[in-house]
């Protein structure tokens, strides 16, 4: 099982941008599918975007709508780590960001990002946020 740890979160303007890393120690991490999820206090951890390996080079990405054509998921699997570019950022984004891994579900594009309940790794998140 991997161990997951976030950063790169802070305090931006509406408009700005920040990059999000998640480092994993571990092992096969190519193998697992990985994902931001984000959350505010009182509401239940949401689903921002998903990424996982395709054949030797390649992936497969799913994107929540709040966040299509602004933010953008990408994977470095030679250093077993997820980031997270997230562009225009608007005060509705800040949140909580976490980084989670699973072995255990294969990612659908044509799909939404897989919910929480499909993790079974998570790291301890790191704070975004975005003042107007």
Request: hydrophobic share 30%; net charge neutral; with cysteine.
């Amino acid at each position: 099982q991997l161990h997951l740890t976030e950063s790169g979160g802070g305090s931006v303007q509406a408009g700005g941008s920040l990059r999000l890393t998640c480092v994993a120690t571990g092992d096969a991490y190519r193998l697992y599918l990985m994902a931001w999820f984000r959350q505010t206090s009182g509401k239940e951890r949401e689903e921002v975007a998903a990424i996982q390996s395709e054949g030797a080079t390649g992936y497969i990405t799913s994107y929540a709508t709040s966040v299509k054509g602004r933010f953008s998921i990408s994977r470095d699997n030679a250093n077993q780590t997820l980031y997270l570019q997230m562009n225009n950022l608007k005060p509705e984004d800040t949140a909580m960001y976490y980084c989670a891994a699973t072995d255990l579900y294969v990612l659908d594009p044509k799909n939404p990002p897989p919910p929480a309940w499909r993790y079974n790794t998570w790291g301890r998140g790191t704070q975004v946020t975005v003042s107007s």
